[in-house]
């Protein structure tokens, strides 16, 4: 159902422009007898950049399928009550990121794994992924997010990845600009000393 994509840098208005407007699909999705085409419209609009923030979070492509649809799915079930206080991308956003997070956790309780395996495990996923499209920096870096706690790891997705602004991170995240900033400086200072060590360890 959804289209896999690169781990690079997404362009978020790349696929938006044929779409109708946000405040229209919103308006034709209160219409009972427009709602599911308001809602596939909404899906067609933004399913790749969901899918392209999910797959960042879990890596593997079975699993982002699987939240990216979850995502919609709650989506469909809570959008009759969405007022407009956030922006909507923003929004599911907010829920594929929840879903990431609690599916990452779920995993680790599930089968009693510390965090070093499931990280090697990732990482091993990443060195097989026949879809990876990225060079062999983007690998690296991609290697380097598993060192970062889930949290910080999705802050700088969306900050550097996703082109977010604090203030938008702010709403998906409910968490401060200044905390965001601070998880953005560490997290960069991170992934800065694993791609050090990795050429140094060569």
Not at 42 to 61: G, P, T
Not at 82 to 105: D, H, K, M, P, V
Request: hydrophobic share 35%.
């Amino acid at each position: 159902m959804y289209v896999s994509k690169s781990p690079g840098k997404p362009n978020p208005a790349a696929n938006e422009e044929q779409h109708p407007a946000d405040r229209e699909l919103l308006a034709q999705f209160a219409d009972p007898t427009r709602r599911h085409w308001a809602f596939n419209q909404l899906v067609h609009k933004y399913q790749r950049r969901v899918y392209a923030h999910v797959r960042k979070m879990v890596i593997d492509h079975d699993d982002a399928d699987d939240l990216t649809q979850e995502t919609f799915v709650k989506a469909w079930h809570h959008l009759g009550n969405f007022r407009g206080e956030a922006q909507l991308y923003t929004w599911l956003y907010r829920i594929a990121s929840n879903e990431c997070l609690n599916f990452l956790n779920k995993k680790r309780r599930r089968f009693f794994v510390p965090i070093h395996d499931v990280r090697k495990e990732l990482a091993t996923k990443l060195d097989q992924g026949g879809d990876f499209t990225g060079d062999e920096i983007q690998l690296k870096l991609q290697k380097a997010l598993l060192v970062l706690p889930d949290k910080q790891k999705l802050v700088f997705n969306l900050k550097y990845f996703d082109e977010l602004s604090y203030e938008e991170i702010s709403e998906i995240t409910d968490t401060s600009v200044g905390a965001l900033k601070a998880s953005y400086h560490h997290a960069v200072k991170k992934i800065e000393a694993f791609l050090q060590n990795s050429i140094h360890s060569k």
